[in-house]
């Protein structure tokens, strides 16, 4: 038993050393300067899609922070997924409220059977737009956008004529320390490293070059696609241009969640993965392989001390806790650094409560297996439910909906659970 202690010992250390690599390069983009280098004058005229799918719990201020950028020629295209869609209401009364002359609101005219209605809606706003558009942009309904969102959107593709994508990233700031709001936090803070790595953009903060959205074909793929974002990455790369993160464009979700919610969630995000990305067995196996090397860990460190092998007990916990050690340093390591743009733009970072910190150590092994769960139903199942619409997805371009109905939503949900 000594001989698979110090072997398990070895795994997990350079397992450690791995991400200590990755995460130290991934936060260090956190600690520059987030002003645009550029100036007001230069900024091209943009278009945001906004796609809405019932009323998310920030969705006025989500209104609200769009229709007061600092940006000098844009406009706002909200796509509706019905006439009668819960979201209307807040759509008319931030209309109402706002000054911003340039809002154009539409319901989907046509429901394709053969995407999902995000892909509809961004693909029929898309062909709306005149040449006059230089950049098209797009946000999720859950996205609060800060005065100058949009600026630090757009900014690298002037800096960088090759740069065709940018994009930003979510940050879970639960306001209370339920299990699923916690599994998420933490499966989204090890996420978004390998996100930034692998170049795989995010939606709910995107831009990409209106011209390259029509070159590279993503824009015909939206009507057979799932997803909007995940396949853009291979199509820019094919025009040999690039796609860039924008650290300043950490967005935070302040909303809490069940543990049933964050397990389809991360089914949803893994599914994304398995169907767009082309290294998904890499993906699945790194999930699988670190799950049971931690759950290996805990579990012969508890039988060596039962069978009295205390030389391998002793290996067992040394690695086991240098390896929950490192895990704490690296997300605490995370946590700060990404905070530095959230203080910037002056909004509330004080969420971790001492309660939810001592929480971290017994809810890591927690979330690596809930991730490992969700990471093998993805790989098997062909169907997943998202908004109360349910796909068969049999490769990238062959999507079909076999359930969808008007959106339905309990006006007594808490104010602050995703939908």
């Not at 450690?16 to 990755?22: G, T």
């Not at 799918?53 to 600092?70: F, K, S």
């Not at 940006?71 to 909200?78: L, N, S, T």
């Not at 996100?195 to 995107?206: C, E, K, N, R, T």
Request: proline residues 5%; contains cysteine.
């Amino acid at each position: 038993m000594t001989t698979v202690a110090i072997g398990l010992f070895v795994f997990l250390i350079v397992l450690v050393l791995f991400q200590l690599i990755i995460m130290l390069k991934f936060c260090s983009l956190f600690w520059g300067s987030f002003e645009p280098n550029i100036e007001r004058e230069q900024l091209p005229k943009a278009a945001v899609l906004l796609p809405l799918r019932g009323a998310d719990p920030e969705l006025l201020n989500t209104l609200h922070g769009l229709m007061g950028q600092d940006y000098p020629d844009y406009q706002i295209q909200i796509i509706l997924d019905s006439e009668n869609d819960p979201s209307r209401k807040y759509v008319e009364q931030a209309l109402s409220e706002s000054n911003f002359e340039h809002a154009y609101v539409h319901a989907i005219e046509n429901r394709r059977q053969t995407c999902s209605p995000q892909c509809s809606a961004f693909y029929e706003a898309a062909n709306r737009l005149d040449d006059s558009v230089d950049v098209v942009c797009t946000i999720d309904g859950d996205v609060i956008a800060h005065d100058t969102w949009l600026q630090e959107l757009v900014a690298p593709m002037l800096n960088d004529s090759n740069v065709a994508i940018t994009h930003g990233n979510r940050w879970f700031m639960p306001p209370n320390s339920g299990v699923g709001s916690m599994v998420r936090y933490l499966w989204n803070a090890a996420a978004i490293v390998p996100m930034y790595f692998l170049g795989i953009p995010w939606a709910g903060s995107f831009a990409i070059r209106h011209q390259v959205l029509k070159d590279s074909g993503l824009l015909e793929k939206w009507p057979i696609a799932v997803v909007p974002d995940a396949p853009s990455k291979k199509m820019v790369d094919d025009l040999g241009l690039k796609v860039k993160f924008v650290p300043s464009l950490i967005m935070v979700n302040r909303e809490s969640c069940s543990l049933w919610f964050a397990h389809d969630f991360l089914k949803r995000q893994m599914m994304w993965t398995r169907t767009y990305h082309p290294n998904w067995w890499a993906v699945m196996l790194y999930a699988v392989g670190s799950t049971l090397g931690v759950v290996a860990g805990f579990a012969l460190t508890i039988s060596s001390a039962i069978l009295n092998y205390w030389l391998a007990f002793g290996w067992f916990l040394g690695g086991i806790g240098i390896y929950m050690l490192a895990l704490m340093m690296f997300l605490m390591i995370e946590e700060l650094s990404i905070r530095r743009p959230i203080r910037r733009r002056n909004e509330s970072t004080q969420w971790l409560s001492p309660v939810k910190f001592f929480l971290i150590p017994l809810m890591i092994p927690f979330t690596q297996a809930v991730y490992m769960s969700a990471t093998l139903l993805a790989h098997f199942k062909k169907t997943v439910t998202w908004r109360a619409v349910t796909y068969h997805i049999k490769s990238p371009w062959d999507v079909t909906i076999i359930g969808d109905s008007p959106f339905q939503q309990d006006e007594k949900i808490q104010t602050n659970t995703s939908l």
